[in-house]
């Protein structure tokens, strides 16, 4: 048997409080249900009929997604480094990787679940269809109205 022993709980810092907090995007909106000062990101988007986030690349950041309702297509970077479509279909989850080029779109109005490393680095925007420049850090925060 192991002498290890199982981590101890410091109830100081914890809060039973829920957390949502809504981020409206040109595309549609985020609701980010995981606080901020944890090491992952969890959040929903809700992405309009026929909007597409930006084609972005991040260099810092994976993302997996997982539809919980409507029809949307990823456009994604495959292997041959070819860009392709693929429809997210309910029941099983989609990921990317560091530096694979992708955009989410809405088919109809959809709900995304997306899960992610940290929400570091810059997301380098290489089209966006509302002009909008590279996420860094803290244009990050501008646009969430946390500077």
């Not at 292997?79 to 099983?92: D, F, I, K, M």
Request: with cysteine.
């Amino acid at each position: 048997m192991s002498d290890a022993q199982p981590p101890t709980f410091d109830p100081s810092s914890f809060s039973t409080a829920s957390y949502i907090k809504r981020v409206e995007k040109p595309w549609g909106y985020e609701l980010h249900w995981v606080p901020e000062n944890v090491p992952y990101m969890g959040k929903v988007l809700h992405i309009n009929k026929g909007a597409r986030l930006s084609m972005q690349v991040h260099d810092q950041k994976q993302e997996s997604w997982f539809i919980i309702s409507g029809r949307a297509l990823v456009i994604w970077e495959d292997s041959q480094g070819q860009l392709v479509e693929t429809e997210l279909r309910p029941g099983v989850g989609y990921s990317t990787h560091i530096g694979q080029r992708h955009r989410l779109k809405g088919i109809t109005d959809c709900d995304i679940v997306e899960v992610s490393t940290p929400e570091l680095g810059t997301t380098w925007r290489l089209e966006d269809d509302y002009a909008r420049p590279h996420e860094t850090p803290e244009q990050r925060k501008k646009e969430r109205g946390e500077a």
